[in-house]
């Protein structure tokens, strides 16, 4: 992933200062969307039936760690387009920490949707 968030690079940047960080998140989930989500882009995972889903992270390497399991979404019951993966602190709501564009993702009603093991990157 490549776009860190405003609230996590805050977070970060304060913590470079001297400030507390503040508590992990004890999950991280990943949202699909249509569209960048810093401008009006929509929460496909919300519209074709699916949720946010938990994204299990291998070890970090050279500034970079990718999923460790695949992220199963579950099957689509209608059509959209996937054009972003967004990372959050919760399962609904909460906090956007980064985002990446991603190749035009298209989805059918009754197609399993997921993330390939390995797929998923975050690097700073």
């Known amino acids: 992933m490549s776009d860190m968030s405003a ?3 805050d977070k970060l940047l304060n913590w ?3 400030s507390a ?3 992990a998140p004890a999950s991280v989930y990943a949202a699909l969307y249509n569209g960048d989500p810093d401008s009006g882009g929509t929460e496909l995972t919300g519209t074709i ?3 946010r889903q938990a994204v299990t992270w291998g070890s970090v390497a ?3 760690v990718a999923n460790s399991a695949e992220v199963n979404y579950g099957t689509a019951n ?3 387009t996937a054009t972003y993966v967004v990372l959050f602190d919760a399962s609904t709501s909460g906090n956007q920490l980064s985002k990446k564009s991603i190749s035009s993702a298209s989805i059918s009603s009754g197609e399993k949707v ?3 093991v390995g797929a998923l990157t975050l690097s700073y």
């Open 114 to 116: 997921a993330i390939a």
């Open 62 to 64: 050279a500034r970079a």
């Open 78 to 80: 209608s059509t959209g």
């Open 16 to 18: 470079i200062k001297g």
């Open 49 to 51: 039936n699916l949720t």
């Open 7 to 9: 609230y996590l690079g």
């Open 21 to 23: 960080f503040g508590t």
